[in-house]
């Protein structure tokens, strides 16, 4: 039960204690990279970190796992969850999560014994996650839950740590949440979404803007752009002109044409639930 009068780290730290030897799950986000940091500080060799790599996980996460392992020195194990080999999760389903979910925790079933942690925080209880239910169906446990610490409790937790850059990273789910439901999950579609989101990161960053959301969907109907409202007014600015051009440059260049909207952010837009579901 959470102890109301801790503070974030000390209600996680207390959770930690009483799971013994982990595993955890390490997206390269900002959740799970703190929930790291956290378990090393507090348990050292009761604990080992696992990231899954594909063409869903961006290369720059990775590169961030290993660089804060390398630093602080965790024992890291990079594998393949090999979700790209499971048809119902390249068939991108309205629970593709389920079947990534099971996939990665298969997989770390398989290569420990330890008991399996994720990031998953309190704000993920509100949403439809059946990545949730493919966790309790392997006995994952998910201490930030444990410990009733949300999203801006993990970030206080990360600058508490000194991972003041991991504090700040937006969220950023997995790129298969950016591909409309029903349309199949590719390397090559995931590839276009992570370049034109990097193009349009890297400018904002060059101009000092921060990217609180940049998201490229795919959609049936065509790519389109979503952005949070100051990113939204910094793009479609007429300075923007050479930007948007090499976007729709980069959505010709993979057989989309050059219609490519910008509009404003919108949560799991891509998510399409049945109706009656």
């Known amino acids: 039960m959470k102890d109301f009068d801790a503070t974030p780290l000390e209600a996680l730290n207390a959770v930690l204690d009483s799971l013994g030897s982990i595993a955890v799950a390490v997206s390269g986000g900002v959740d799970s990279l703190t929930l790291a940091q956290a378990a090393h500080r507090r348990l050292g060799a009761g604990v080992e970190m696992i990231h899954a790599t594909s063409p869903a996980v961006p290369a720059e996460a990775t590169a961030r796992t290993r660089a804060l392992a390398a630093r602080e020195g965790w024992t890291l194990k990079v594998i393949d969850a090999g979700e790209f080999a499971d048809k119902d999760y390249l068939a991108n389903p309205v629970n593709r999560c389920f079947f990534c979910k099971s996939s990665l925790y298969r ?8 008991q399996v942690v994720s990031g998953a925080n309190t704000d993920d209880l509100g949403d439809y996650r059946p990545g949730m239910q493919a966790a309790a169906e392997r006995g994952v446990r998910h201490p930030f ?4 610490i949300d999203k801006a409790g993990i970030r206080a937790v990360a600058r508490t740590l000194g991972l003041e850059g991991i504090a700040e990273l937006p969220a950023s789910p997995c790129l298969s949440s950016r591909i409309e439901t029903g349309i199949a999950v ?3 579609a995931l590839d276009f979404v992570h370049a034109v989101e990097n193009r349009i990161s890297g400018w904002l960053a060059d101009r000092g803007g921060f990217a609180g959301a940049v998201r490229c ?4 109907d065509g790519p389109a752009v979503e952005l949070d409202a100051a990113s939204l007014a910094m793009v479609l600015a007429p300075e923007a002109a050479p930007l948007r051009g090499e976007v729709a440059g980069l959505a010709r260049a993979r057989g989309y044409g ?3 909207p910008f509009g404003p ?3 799991g837009s891509a998510f399409l639930k049945a109706e009656g579901a």
């Open 258 to 260: 050059a219609d490519l």
């Open 186 to 188: 590719t390397p090559e």
């Open 217 to 220: 969907r795919i959609r049936h």
């Open 265 to 267: 952010y919108r949560m």
């Open 145 to 148: 839950i444990e410990a009733g």
């Open 107 to 114: 997989s770390l079933a398989a290569m420990t014994e330890r």
